[in-house]
């Protein structure tokens, strides 16, 4: 045998007995839940998604504050009550990780600067610290 017949009859040789090492994997899908609790990174929550929006919608505080919006608490949990296990899951997660008044800040930080901006373009008066004295 020459050389290359040699090398090619290695080759070869390896291919077959690597190809006889493949095994079969079976795969299902895992659902996020699943992963997570498995991962142990699940979230300990009291109840499900309904439970979680119907003790907020109970609270004093909030029932005042949907009265004096104009909206009825009754209505309210009538719309709770006809979401799925998902959507309701998903509402009360948002609720529960939602900071108060978020999202306030950075709007008046950004009205403040572009005023500023605007200003010292000379397209607005509103601060008098940026008029330069001619």
Request: hydrophobic residues 50%.
């Given at each position: ?53 119907a003790s907020v ?25 006809a979401l799925t ?50």
């Amino acid at each position: 045998m020459t050389r290359l017949q040699r090398i090619l009859v290695f080759v070869i040789s390896l291919g077959l007995i690597n190809t006889s090492m493949i095994q079969a994997v079976h795969a299902g899908m895992v659902t996020t839940e699943d992963a997570a609790r498995l991962s142990g990174t699940a979230p300990e929550r009291a109840g499900t998604g309904h439970a979680r929006l119907a003790s907020v919608l109970a609270r004093a505080d909030v029932r005042s504050e949907m009265e004096r919006m104009g909206a009825s608490p009754t209505a309210a949990a009538e719309r709770v009550a006809a979401l799925t296990d998902a959507e309701a899951t998903k509402l009360a997660d948002k609720i529960e990780s939602a900071p108060a008044g978020a999202g306030v800040v950075e709007w008046i930080v950004f009205i403040f600067l572009l005023l500023l901006v605007t200003d010292i373009l000379g397209f607005t008066k509103v601060y008098p610290f940026t008029r330069s004295i001619r």
